[in-house]
């Protein structure tokens, strides 16, 4: 099993920053692909941006492009999410995800491919 926690979530002001990261501890060497999904209240849990495990791949939503950058450190076991130009719509609960081998192959944005998921931070943008 693998075990995912969140920190870094918070209030900031719009076109403000914040930084995301993730720890996973357990069987942590079977993962591959890490990634961030988000919920915003009444809509669906959306993907994020996702990095494959050599970091050499990286996937993100049109909605976050050019603002957001997932980084990932393998000997810290960590996943980060830097979050730039933050807007209101970009509030929501953000979960960190990781993937075991199982699905390698399967698109990074496909929330079913995910077998470990975190519990969660709360990220609000204020206008």
């Known amino acids: 099993q693998v075990q995912l926690v969140e920190s870094g979530g918070g209030l900031v002001q719009s076109g403000g920053s914040l930084r995301l990261s993730c720890a996973a501890s357990?069987?942590?060497?079977?993962?591959?692909?890490k990634g961030w999904f988000r919920q915003a209240p009444g809509k669906e849990r959306e993907f994020v941006a996702a990095i494959s495990r050599t970091g050499g791949t990286t996937n993100y939503a049109d909605a976050v492009k050019g603002r957001f950058t997932v980084s990932r450190d393998n000997a810290k076991n960590t996943v980060d999410l830097q979050m730039n130009s933050l807007k209101p719509e970009d509030t929501a609960v953000y979960y960190c995800?990781?993937?075991?081998?199982?699905?390698?192959?399967?698109?990074?944005?496909?929330?079913?491919?995910?077998?470990?998921w975190g519990q969660g931070t709360q990220v609000t943008v204020s206008s």
């Open positions: 357990g069987r942590a060497f079977g993962i591959y692909t």
């Open positions: 995800v990781a993937r075991s081998g199982t699905y390698v192959g399967r698109p990074m944005n496909d929330r079913t491919s995910y077998d470990y």
